[in-house]
């Protein structure tokens, strides 16, 4: 079972997205947050698997509710789903830089969500990836690079060669399936690259590898 919490200032767009959910055997909407102080409050008392969050909420914003989130021990295993729409794009990298698992639009359709939270609750891979590296793609290029650090020079060749395939949007299957391994073993080469890392997930893993410039768009053919 997959344990939700929803918050956004507005009630109609909280029963909506109640409603949608709550249809899905496999989910359960555990509360309801209608700003982000509530929404971090909610989320230390429930412990739910996947918080979808809504950038703009009174008193807290979602940016930095999901900050408080992430740097919570003991919400470790809390995802964080953020709900913008495309004029919000610099507060959505802003977001994966600071720890969500992914962004949705507000207006997704019903089998996108459910299919988005499945993803982001079993930590297998980005939400819309196309969507996600053309953000990170482009507002990378927009701040200060940094030099790469030394956990970045202890990667191995072919973990820095999963670490791009990540940053493009493959699953742990079909990195297996492009190099050629196991997909455990592809699975074990993400989980050992992101200890080394010190990311707490895919979504920060993908934004590291543009803003360390190990990743230029366009380099993978699909």
């Avoid at 079993?122 to 939400?127: E, H, K, T």
């Avoid at 990311?199 to 053919?221: C, H, I, K, S």
Wanted: without cysteine; glycine residues 8%.
């Amino acid at each position: 079972m997959i344990r939700l919490l929803l918050a956004d200032d507005q009630t109609l767009v909280r029963a909506g997205f109640r409603s949608i959910l709550n249809d899905e055997d496999d989910f359960e909407v555990a509360g309801e947050a209608a700003n982000g102080a509530e929404a971090v409050a909610k989320a230390r008392e429930l412990l739910p698997d996947v918080v979808l969050m809504d950038i703009r909420m009174p008193e807290l914003d979602g940016l930095e509710a999901t900050r408080q989130i992430v740097a919570d021990p003991r919400l470790a295993d809390v995802k964080v789903i953020i709900l913008t729409t495309f004029d919000l794009d610099d507060y959505v990298y802003g977001a994966l830089r600071t720890g969500a698992s992914g962004f949705l639009v507000k207006d997704t359709e019903p089998a996108e969500l459910i299919h988005a939270v499945r993803v982001v609750a079993r930590g297998d891979a980005l939400i819309a990836p196309s969507i996600t590296r053309r953000l990170i793609s482009e507002f990378a290029g927009r701040v200060k690079r940094p030099d790469p650090g030394p956990e970045l020079n202890g990667l191995t060749e072919r973990e820095r060669e999963v670490m791009g395939l990540v940053a493009h949007g493959l699953s742990n299957d079909e990195i297996a399936a492009k190099l050629v391994l196991s997909p455990a073993t592809a699975k074990t080469h993400v989980s050992r690259i992101m200890t080394k890392l010190g990311v707490r997930d895919r979504a920060q893993l993908v934004v590291l590898a543009y803003e360390a410039g190990m990743v230029t768009p366009g380099w993978l053919t699909p």
